[in-house]
């Protein structure tokens, strides 16, 4: 833990619904869902509107529907939401070289870094109000939560405290009164699992943890866990902000509208995934040992099973060949809506390399007809330009129709029209590569 509050925690508010909000004018001040939008859907992100009426993020979409039903559904425009988040990182690397992003829309910032004349409670609040007006000027009219702390726990939990658009310091010195009242959900690795382990100890708040003992922490929990709790319950954290966070694995997966019960589909879909994964290994110079599928189940069942290789590879034939008889060894009649492949346990060199040997031949990737794909599909709330009306998004789709309504962020909100869904002056909108992408 630091003498000076000078870990920074930001996190952009309800990131993709409010990215949907800014570009779609209709839907300022409304209730946006961004997710899945089939039945078996799971919400991303719920605007605030959204969430008045309890509608939450990892809730299903059915759930989410039954709650909200005026809400408007959208499956998500990834380019979008990568743009902005690209203009905020970049931003916050311009203050400080120091900068460990957690996902597209938070990340920690070390200010010992940021060329501060000081690190007081007042030079860097006042920094990280400036800084707030600056994401929303990149970001065209985002907000984010920031907070300030003596270590990373701290700035994530103070970030939480006063959403949306929000700013708190943690002085040095009242971490553990802060924290003391709050739950014990509050500090991190404590699922469901630990709060209920905790629970039936008599364990609910942060005080009530700090009360008991390291020793007896670890009978609850196990020793590497309650070691960490221990710790936390008593604000004491000295994480580094690390700029550069390696990748652990490398994974591909897909979920399906309709439930595959061909073995052999099943087996060209690994196949075509492990090619994907062993592309972005060679990519990045990686190899890895440990190759796992991932299965879920018609009934919601998620299974997964793993072998580990004598050494490192990134051939497309050794991870496909390996999924493949993985899932020989799994009961699959009953009908599986998700696959995945991935490979962890990463290095940058592949055993054959050193030692001159050649790579078996790749074998070629088989054709494969995924039962939900359509020849043509139109998402809600996805980019769309029209040849006469211009830009606009998908607002509904079916029975041959797609509805259109032609707005963008610089427009006022604009006006509704429907079209057959193979018109050919209607097509999907194409963002332009962000400045890293240009190659």
Known sequence: MRAQASVMHLDLDAFFAAVEQRDKPSLRGKPVVVGGVGGRGVVATASYEARVHGVRSAMSTREARSRCPHAAFLSGRFHAYREASHAVMSLLRSVSPLVEPLSL??????????????????????????????????????????????????????????????????????????????????????????????????????????????????????????????????????????????????????????????????????????????????????SGRTITIKVRLHDFTTLSRSSTLVSPTDSAATVARTARALLADLDTSGGVRLLGVGVSGLADWVQEDLFGETEEDEEELPAVEVPHHSRRTWSPGMDVVHAEMGRGWVWGSGRGVVTVRFETAETPAGPVRSYAEDDPALTAWVPPPLPDEQD
Do not use: C, N
């Not at 959900?185 to 700090?210: D, Q, S, W, Y």
């Not at 700029?243 to 060209?268: F, H, I, N, P, Q």
């Open 105 to 286: 829309d938070e990340a920690f910032v070390d200010l010992e870094r940021a060329g501060l004349p000081d690190l007081e409670v007042a030079t860097v609040t006042a920094f990280a109000e400036e800084l707030r007006g600056r994401v929303t000027e990149v970001t065209r009219g985002l907000t984010a939560s920031v907070g300030l702390g003596t270590s990373k726990f701290i700035a994530k939990v103070a970030s939480d405290l006063d959403k949306p658009d929000g700013l708190v310091v943690v002085a040095p010195g009242t971490e553990q009164e802060l924290l003391r009242p709050m739950s014990v959900t509050v500090i991190p690795g404590v699922g469901p699992a630990t709060t209920e382990r905790l629970r039936r100890a008599g364990i609910h708040t942060v005080a009530e943890l700090e009360a008991v003992s390291l020793d007896e922490l670890v009978r609850l929990v196990g020793k590497a866990h309650g070691t960490g709790l221990w710790s936390l319950a008593r604000a004491q954290d000295d994480r580094p902000v690390v700029a550069e966070r390696e990748a652990k694995s490398v994974s591909v997966e897909g979920t399906y509208d309709t439930d595959l019960t061909d073995r052999r589909l099943m087996e060209g879909l690994l196949t075509r995934q492990a090619g994907e994964v062993a592309a972005r290994l060679r990519k990045h110079g990686l």
